[in-house]
Nanobody, 122 residues
């Protein structure tokens, strides 16, 4: 019923920049928070950045000042601009959204993208 499709990512040298985008589609009535998580090999998935429907943002301490999250509500899309990338930013990045689907009853649920690889070489 709902899909999150990510784009962007890839390989970059340390100090470089990458941008990610994630578009939600399907039977969407409303989207609350959208965000990005990442998971490095052997580690737990962690929050990178989150943005509410009112554009309040929250960042992991490790990315503050380097990453910027934004969203286009008209396009149901969230973006992540990543600057000054470090090797420790290497991970699979997952898009997340808390969505109310278009059904007669009120139903909110968490949805995830398929993940996109970000690799930062030293």
């Amino acid at each position: 019923q709902v899909q999150l499709v990510e784009s962007g990512g890839g390989l970059v040298q340390a100090g470089g920049s990458l941008s990610l985008s994630c578009a939600a589609s399907g039977r969407i009535s409303s989207i609350n928070a959208m965000g990005w998580y990442r998971q490095a090999p052997g580690k737990q998935r962690e929050l990178v950045a989150q943005i509410t429907s009112g554009t309040i943002t929250n960042y992991a301490d490790s990315v503050k000042g380097r990453f910027t999250i934004s969203r286009d509500n008209a396009k149901n899309t969230v973006y992540l601009q990543m600057n000054s990338l470090k090797p420790e930013d290497t991970a699979v990045y997952y898009c997340h959204a808390f969505i109310r689907i278009a059904t007669p009853t009120i139903k909110w649920d968490n949805y995830w993208g398929q993940g996109t690889q970000v690799t930062v070489s030293s």
